[in-house]
């Protein structure tokens, strides 16, 4: 099992920014890739970046492209989200999951962390 803990989420204006932060420990040895999900409310769970824990493949969903970048830190075990440019829309709690599938873009999500609220104003 890995165990993931999110920080960075908080409110913020219209064309802000923030940066989510993601520590997994335990065991991470079995984690292909690293994932950020969101969720609004009344909304399915929805991948929005993914990061290969053991190369620099990244994947980023079509309203994230451009605008989000997720990277890893892999001797600190934590996968970052910087999000810029930010919009009412992406008002979500946001989640990180580590992905234990081979292929890409992951699919499958064993372990996954409490979430943090991002909160975007108009």
């Known amino acids: 099992q890995v165990q993931l803990v999110e920080s960075g989420g908080g409110l913020v204006q219209a064309g802000g920014s923030l940066r989510l932060s993601c520590v997994a420990s335990?065991?991470?040895?079995?984690?292909?890739?690293m994932g950020w999900f969101r969720q609004a409310p009344g909304k399915e769970r929805k991948l929005v970046a993914a990061?290969?824990?053991?190369?620099?493949?990244?994947y980023y969903e079509d309203s994230a492209k451009g605008r989000f970048t997720i990277s890893k830190d892999v001797a600190k075990n934590t996968v970052y989200l910087q999000m810029n440019s930010l919009k009412p829309e992406d008002t979500a709690v946001y989640y990180c999951?580590?992905?234990?599938?081979?292929?890409?873009?992951?699919?499958?999500?064993?372990?996954w962390g409490q979430g943090t609220q991002v909160t975007v104003s108009s």
């Open positions: 335990g065991r991470t040895f079995s984690t292909y890739a």
């Open positions: 990061i290969r824990w053991s190369a620099g493949w990244t």
């Open positions: 999951a580590a992905g234990t599938s081979v292929g890409w873009p992951p699919s499958v999500f064993g372990s």
